[in-house]
């Protein structure tokens, strides 16, 4: 009798009820919170309508919520099984918006499907991390020690990072890098590789530089100094620190701000919307998102620990640092740290793609916490 039928006490069957029941409601109650702070700073940006951005927002919220409820209810060997099959379904999307792509603020990177603009390169987030945690899951600590056994994760990682870059799309290219080298690391390969490759890239920036789109130049020499051009290329970064400037402690107060009612602010609604929360709800109010945050990642991070196997302990582990980066690279871009990049904040800025592939991440991450004790054969059969 197959291995996946009949399972030992180590391993049992877990029954539909007894899944609902070991949802993580914690976890669940987090999103709910963080994309209830989005809702109502989408109704501020529209100066007190829950048009265009909010009600819009409210759907696709409900529609991802049932979507992270049935990916969490599936038995993770499901995805374990269909893994590489989705990675090169991402891939698929990702050719064809070279070939049929709609083009936006300058770059091609969605495909136009009626009801939704679909962004491939987000699918690809969540695709990539589950094709790693597959090939890493049989793969001994000694062959990883070995280079001939990363040569197929690496072409992994670059195939879609390389056609997310010539969209062009750097932020999220990089975004794909940084995610997929935490699953690298976390599955055991040595920390002296990442240097040799960390200094190999430093040696490459001149070259690289030569690459770079007019605009991406343009981006990098703002960060370096945004008040060269405050008309011009430095715009966003100087109104987006003038609102938080002018946030203090306590803000102005919910629907007061004057640097995004005003139109000042940019992208109010998308990828500035942390400073439009700052300025209204100041230091306490932007402290307190961040604090749910922190709690929505300790969660993550704690199922991964969790895991008795070595698919779920990395998808959880990669889909987690996915949403840290998310979260830092959006708030250390509209505070100057970095240079700015169109990624949006997790459950509050407004979007579709985004926010229906974080939902399915979640999904992923609690179906990793309820089906944590099984364990899970090279072949995606439980072990017995």
């Not at 501020?44 to 919220?61: C, D, I, K, T």
């Amino acid at each position: 009798m197959p291995a996946d039928i009949f399972l030992s006490n180590r391993n049992p069957e877990i029954t539909l009820r007894q899944k609902i029941w070991q949802l993580n409601w914690g976890l669940v109650i987090l999103l709910c919170l963080i994309a209830g702070v989005g809702f109502a700073m989408l109704y501020s940006a529209a100066n007190g309508s829950m048009s265009p951005w909010a009600s819009r927002q409210l759907m696709r919220f409900g529609i991802g919520l049932f979507i992270m409820f049935v990916v969490a209810l599936i038995d993770v060997r499901f995805w374990f099984r269909h893994a590489y099959l989705i990675y090169l379904g991402s891939l698929a999307l990702l050719v064809a918006v070279e070939v049929m792509g709609t083009i936006g603020m300058g770059a091609q990177r969605w495909i136009d499907l009626g009801f939704i603009r679909l962004q491939p390169s987000e699918v690809m987030k969540v695709s990539l991390i589950l094709a790693l945690a597959r090939y890493f899951h049989g793969v001994s600590m000694e062959d990883i020690g070995r280079p001939t056994y990363l040569m197929l994760p690496l072409a992994l990682v670059m195939a879609p990072a390389a056609l997310v870059l010539k969209q062009p799309d750097l932020g999220t290219s990089g975004m794909l890098l940084l995610a997929a080298s935490a699953v690298f690391l976390c599955a055991g390969v040595r920390w002296w590789k990442f240097a040799l490759v960390f200094v190999a890239g430093l040696a490459a920036v001149p070259i690289g530089w030569q690459f770079l789109h007019d605009y991406q130049k343009a981006r990098v020499m703002t960060f370096l100094n945004p008040e060269n051009d405050p008309l011009g290329a430095g715009y966003h970064a100087m109104q987006a620190m003038i609102a938080f400037g002018s946030g203090g402690v306590t803000g102005k107060g919910f629907m007061q701000g004057t640097q995004s009612h005003l139109n000042f602010l940019p992208e109010k609604q998308t990828d500035f919307i942390f400073t439009m929360l700052a300025e209204e709800f100041g230091l306490m109010g932007s402290l307190g998102l961040l604090a749910l945050y922190f709690l929505l990642l300790v969660y993550g991070f704690a199922i991964a620990f969790r895991a008795r196997n070595q698919f779920a302990r990395l998808l959880a582990i990669g889909l987690t640092t996915n949403l840290f980066l998310y979260v830092f690279i959006n708030m250390a871009m509209v505070m100057g740290v970095f240079p700015v990049v169109g990624v949006p904040l997790p459950l509050v800025s407004y979007g579709g793609t985004a926010l229906l592939t974080l939902m399915t991440a979640m999904g992923l991450v609690i179906s990793c916490y309820i089906h944590r004790d099984i364990r899970i054969s090279r072949r995606g059969t439980a072990e017995v």
